[in-house]
């Protein structure tokens, strides 16, 4: 089975079975199955971030590792944990269960403090 094979069969399996949050817009069905696919060849990689590369060719072992992985996915564990990866204002964060995963939301807190902070420091040098 080629690559695209395999890409559109794990979609057809996994689309009605994987519940993607609302304040995850970055995790997609074909996000989610790029980080899994280069999370299988040992290459780890955001959802955000990963979406950016074509997919590797993989070898038999690798399709295994990336069926194992699909099920982790689907039993509900996030994909960051998965992956060990969080985009978080254009920086890639390691994560992992010990660890809470930045939301979109608090993407938006943390811009609105480093602008707030700026406006103080501008006033501060006039």
């Known amino acids: 089975m ?3 094979e395999l890409y559109n069969q794990i979609i057809k399996e996994i689309e009605n079975k994987i519940l993607f949050l609302d304040d995850k817009p ?3 069905i074909e996000s989610t199955i790029y ?6 060849t040992g290459i780890y990689k955001s959802a955000e971030e990963v979406i950016k ?9 690798q399709k295994e590792k990336l069926l194992q992985l699909i099920k982790l996915r ?15 204002m254009g920086i890639e964060l390691l994560v992992d269960k010990r660890a809470l995963i930045p939301r979109k939301e608090t993407e938006i807190l943390g811009k609105n403090a480093l602008e707030l902070s700026y406006e103080k420091t501008k006033c501060y040098c006039n």
């Open 2 to 4: 080629n690559k695209e």
């Open 26 to 28: 970055e995790e997609t």
């Open 35 to 40: 980080a899994l696919w280069f999370a299988s």
């Open 53 to 61: 590369f074509p997919l590797p060719d993989l070898t038999d072992l």
């Open 74 to 88: 689907l039993g509900d564990t996030p994909l960051a944990h998965i992956t060990g990866r969080q985009s978080f």
